[in-house]
């Protein structure tokens, strides 16, 4: 046999073995990949891309130069995967897909796969919108149509205030991982992580004395009692922006969502 056969063969083989072995053994008993970022090929994001990202996500400010680089590298790659689609009259600017592509990247960073197949589009109103339910909407996933929408003046309302815990974006891509990991997924992947971390959320929530001293420190807003989906993404909203008093009054709940999105600081 040549040589370069057997050695692409042997190649093939230790990568087999790595990604339907190892690492989903790995996940099973530490609830995160073996690694995360990996691109032999960044992609360059816009100096204007850059600009926006240092005055507006401290999330990004705080990231060595490094991960920063691996952030950048995301938010191209998403800006490149994805439509953007203006409605009522309004155009979609660099600035805008940057802000919004920073905030999905933001939530998924831990994450090895950071785009999601579930939608392919993301919608622009300028202000609240009428959906195809016949209800008006600041935000919506509607994973039927494969999009994400947006009313951008409230998206950019969220973003104004980074510790009032109302962060439409956030809400919103939080309910695309939630219906993503519901999906059927392969044994070990960032999704049954994140629907494993999801369960112990339900079961920690399910608990009298926990839901009663959530209930009663109003610290997340009623909305997010509404089902599942909305408690997941009021709480992934409170995470990012007030993660100090979430840790502190809810330090079990705190280190959940952590290993949820396998978050790390800096």
């Given amino acids: 046999m040549d040589i370069f056969v057997l050695l692409f063969l042997i190649f093939v083989g230790g990568v087999f073995v790595f990604f339907?072995?190892?690492?989903?053994?790995?996940?099973?008993?530490?609830?995160?990949?073996?690694?995360?970022?990996?691109?032999?090929?960044?992609?360059?994001?816009?100096?204007?891309?850059?600009?926006?990202?240092?005055?507006?996500?401290?999330?990004?400010?705080?990231?060595?130069?490094?991960?920063?680089?691996?952030?950048?590298?995301?938010?191209?790659?998403?800006?490149?995967?994805?439509?953007?689609?203006?409605?009522?009259?309004?155009?979609?600017?660099?600035?805008?897909?940057?802000?919004?592509?920073?905030?999905?990247?933001?939530?998924?960073?831990?994450m090895r796969k950071y785009r999601q197949s579930i939608f392919s589009v993301i919608v622009l109103y300028p202000d609240i919108f009428l959906s195809k339910s016949g209800k008006y909407h600041k935000g919506e996933f509607n994973p039927l149509a494969k999009a994400v929408v947006f009313s951008w003046n409230h998206f950019e309302e969220g973003m104004a205030y980074g510790n009032d815990n109302l962060?439409?974006?956030?809400?919103?891509?939080?309910?695309?991982?939630?219906?993503?990991?519901?999906?059927?997924?392969?044994?070990?992947?960032?999704?049954?992580?994140?629907?494993?971390?999801?369960?112990?959320?339900?079961?920690?929530?399910?608990?009298?004395?926990?839901?009663?001293?959530?209930?009663?420190s109003g610290y997340l807003r009623n909305y997010a009692y509404t089902n599942q989906y909305e408690f997941i993404a009021v709480l992934l909203e409170h995470f990012f922006e007030t993660p100090e008093e979430l840790k502190k009054h809810f330090p079990e709940l705190y280190s959940i969502v952590k290993a949820m999105i396998n978050y790390r600081e800096g």
């Fill in 167 to 216: 962060n439409l974006g956030l809400h919103e891509f939080a309910h695309v991982l939630h219906f993503e990991s519901l999906r059927k997924k392969k044994l070990g992947s960032s999704s049954v992580v994140f629907r494993d971390m999801l369960d112990d959320v339900m079961y920690y929530l399910d608990d009298i004395n926990n839901r009663k001293a959530l209930l009663n």
């Fill in 20 to 110: 339907v072995i190892i690492e989903p053994t790995y996940i099973l008993l530490f609830n995160k990949p073996i690694y995360v970022h990996f691109y032999p090929v960044k992609r360059k994001l816009s100096s204007e891309g850059i600009l926006v990202l240092q005055e507006h996500f401290s999330f990004y400010q705080k990231l060595s130069p490094k991960r920063q680089s691996y952030f950048r590298h995301r938010v191209a790659s998403f800006i490149d995967n994805y439509t953007f689609a203006g409605r009522d009259g309004l155009e979609v600017t660099e600035e805008m897909r940057v802000k919004i592509a920073a905030t999905s990247v933001m939530l998924t960073f831990g």
